[in-house]
């Protein structure tokens, strides 16, 4: 396989991916839905261009660890499908990840739209 040929498969192989993420993952899809309702309101509200820098920055920040947080879990199902200690605190931490990020992410959607209010 040329060059070319592997670098389209690994963009097809990425967004079949991305589509198992938001097929599987019903916290993806609940991020996805917080992302259309964060940017509405920030059209609405015409943030400045480096707002809304900050504000995709926290959209990929978040959906990447969702999407390396089903990624664990998988792998763990799969390397250790009965119930392990130490597969639960991967999962727990994998999960903390994102939450962190989400918090985060509030806390900068709050400071950027509470003074438009």
Not at 47 to 65: K, T
């Amino acid at each position: 396989m040329g060059y070319l040929k592997k670098r389209i498969f690994a963009f097809r192989v990425a967004f079949e991916g991305l589509g198992l993420l938001f097929k599987e993952s019903a916290h993806a899809r609940i991020h996805l839905l917080a992302i259309v309702l964060v940017s509405s309101s920030a059209i609405y509200l015409n943030v400045s261009n480096s707002e809304w820098i900050v504000l995709i920055l926290c959209y990929g920040a978040v959906l990447s660890l969702e999407a390396m947080n089903s990624a664990i879990e998988y792998a763990i199902d799969l390397s250790h499908p009965e119930k392990h200690p130490l597969a639960k605190k991967a999962k727990d931490i994998a999960a903390a990840a994102v939450l962190i990020a989400a918090i985060c992410s509030v806390i900068i959607a709050l400071i950027i739209f509470v003074p438009k209010f």
